[in-house]
């Protein structure tokens, strides 16, 4: 039986910060060349890091950058429709980008496609489709989260591995009202930005729209990056490897050995919100752990007899419902940069459902890079989207291993921003991918199996039932109206979107059936 620690919580936190653009003449030298070869620009990032050794240097500190760049007016494509866009152009070094707009309220009635140039070849990749509708994703409308006034619309994040240069186009639906003419602005001008002066032909798309580029930063040396491979269960085959709310509380806090195969853990020196989000997981690992072990069953029906303490009837304590505790990589293990969110922690009351999602970031990505993806997410989440920290309560990559993802315990009810209008009393768990087209792995299946079983058996939920969840607010349910819902649903079970995908959606019969099977039932 592990030991349980006390728990206590601070945290320091850093403000979105948006520097000015960089003025017309140096982004016009952006234009590409007679040779077809994209000029540098000097566009100014957030929190920017400069070349690569720099970032090295200053990695503890400053772990990534984000990049943004206001979309302008182009020169009208009569076979594409684009009105709105980058021309190629050179930038600083980035992995994931996605398109921001002011108001989160608003949707992008259009198509965004981008194609970005490979650091280490300097070929141009094909254009690429950007997944445009993720706003679902995000706080309850009436929360204190949604009305910080900090909040934007954004596309879901694309990952497009180490990069250095891009090129975007907006393409409005057909039938958004597209004028008959666009007005050139000239090449790369940073002139005329939607929602601006001399913007009117482009008013059917969101205001101040921008493309953030995402640095995720560098693990620090010795970080773990997930530990062992999760295994395949007796007679189970694996296959190959693919390619504060009213009611709720929140807390402020000052605050295991890993994994056979896991790396040394971090060793510097940690930061108050670094601690603080670690000894939010003080129950289950010592302070700085950077991996939560797994659990035998028996093992884990001890530690909820010890985190329950006398809460439980006899027959709960004697032989409680609940899966073995998977192994979870810790925001320390992924290398989370604690000054990024905001200082407390919300609670739910209780845990009642799971919502399951994908990413909708694309798939061309290795296992070994999954904690650089939850990396870009999350600075995508809280530097360009505006929320308090990554919306999901985990992530699990293709390879099966899961994340802890908002800050404030594994074992506690952390209220998460992932399912616009049931984030309370339900935990939100994001299989990295697009899954509308692809299937996920059956590793990723089945730790998704294992980890509600083990989140909801915490709470004493069937994996197979239903339960009554209230509606904070959506596109499908009103605010206030009370809906029966799987105890693991999909994200469009909630919300009237696309996500989790077609495909990793017709797994969560599986998910379920599984779920139960490690519960015991």
């Known amino acids: 039986m592990r030991g349980i620690l006390a728990s206590s919580i601070g945290v320091t936190c850093a403000a979105a910060l948006a520097l000015p653009l960089a003025p017309p003449a140096a982004a016009s030298a952006a234009s590409v060349s007679s040779a077809g070869t994209p000029a540098p620009v000097a566009d100014v990032a957030t929190r920017t890091v400069g070349t690569a050794g720099a ?3 200053a990695r503890a500190e400053v772990p990534g950058s984000t990049q943004s760049l206001p979309l302008r007016p182009l020169t009208r494509d009569r076979a594409s429709g684009a009105v709105l866009g980058l021309t190629p152009r050179t930038v600083r070094t980035f992995s994931l980008l996605g398109v921001v707009w002011d108001d989160p309220s608003v949707d992008l009635h259009g198509r965004v496609q981008v194609r970005t140039r490979a650091a280490s070849t300097g070929d141009w990749t094909d254009w690429q489709d950007v997944e445009t509708h993720y706003t679902q994703h995000g706080a309850d409308p009436d929360s204190s989260e949604a009305a910080s006034g900090k909040a934007r619309g954004a596309t879901a994040p694309l ?7 891009v090129e975007v186009r907006v393409l409005p639906e057909p039938d958004a009202g597209e004028p008959e ?3 050139p602005v000239g090449t790369g001008s940073d002139e005329g930005a939607s929602g601006g002066e ?30 062992a491979e999760p295994q395949a269960e007796p007679g189970e085959s694996e296959g190959p490897e693919p390619q504060a709310e009213p009611g709720e509380s929140a807390e402020g806090a000052e605050g295991a050995e890993p994994a056979e195969g896991a790396e040394v853990p971090r060793t510097g020196v940690m930061t108050a919100a670094a601690k603080a989000a670690s000894a939010a997981n003080s129950a289950l690992v010592p302070l700085g752990a950077t991996q939560i072990p797994s659990l035998t069953a028996e093992e884990t029906r001890e530690e909820l007899v010890a985190l329950r303490g006398t809460g439980l009837t006899e027959q709960q304590q004697a032989k409680p419902y609940i899966g073995p505790r998977p192994s979870i990589v810790t925001r320390r293990g992924w290398g989370a940069d604690e000054s990024l969110r905001e200082k407390s922690f919300v609670y739910t009351s209780k845990v009642k459902a799971a919502f399951v999602h994908h990413t909708a970031s694309g798939n061309s990505y290795s296992c070994s890079q999954a904690p650089s993806l939850i990396r870009g997410f999350y600075r995508y989440h809280t530097k360009s989207l505006g929320w308090r920290d990554i919306g999901y309560n985990f992530l699990v990559d293709k390879c099966g291993r899961i994340y802890e993802g908002r800050a404030g315990g594994v074992a506690k009810p952390v209220k998460g921003a992932h399912t616009m209008g049931f984030n309370s009393k339900t935990t939100g768990i994001a299989v990295i991918g697009s899954y509308g087209s692809k299937k996920p792995s059956s590793k990723a299946v089945k730790a998704v199996a294992r980890l509600t079983a083990w989140k909801l058996g915490l709470h004493g939920m069937n994996p197979k039932k239903k339960t009554s969840l209230t509606s904070g607010g959506g596109n499908l349910y009103a605010k206030g109206k009370k809906v029966k819902m799987k105890v693991i ?10 996500c989790p995908g077609g495909k990793l959606f017709k797994k969560l019969g599986s998910v379920r059936s599984k779920a139960a099977g490690y519960q015991g039932r």
């Not at 990952?159 to 240069?165: I, P, Q």
């Open 55 to 57: 970032r090295a240097g």
């Open 489 to 498: 649903s999909g994200h469009r079970d909630g919300f009237n979107t696309s």
């Open 181 to 183: 003419d666009v007005d």
């Open 159 to 165: 990952w497009v591995g180490e990069s250095d240069g």
């Open 198 to 227: 001399g913007a009117g032909e482009v008013s059917t798309l969101p205001a101040g729209m921008r493309l953030d580029l995402v640095d995720p930063g560098e693990a620090e040396p010795g970080e773990s990056a997930g530990g």
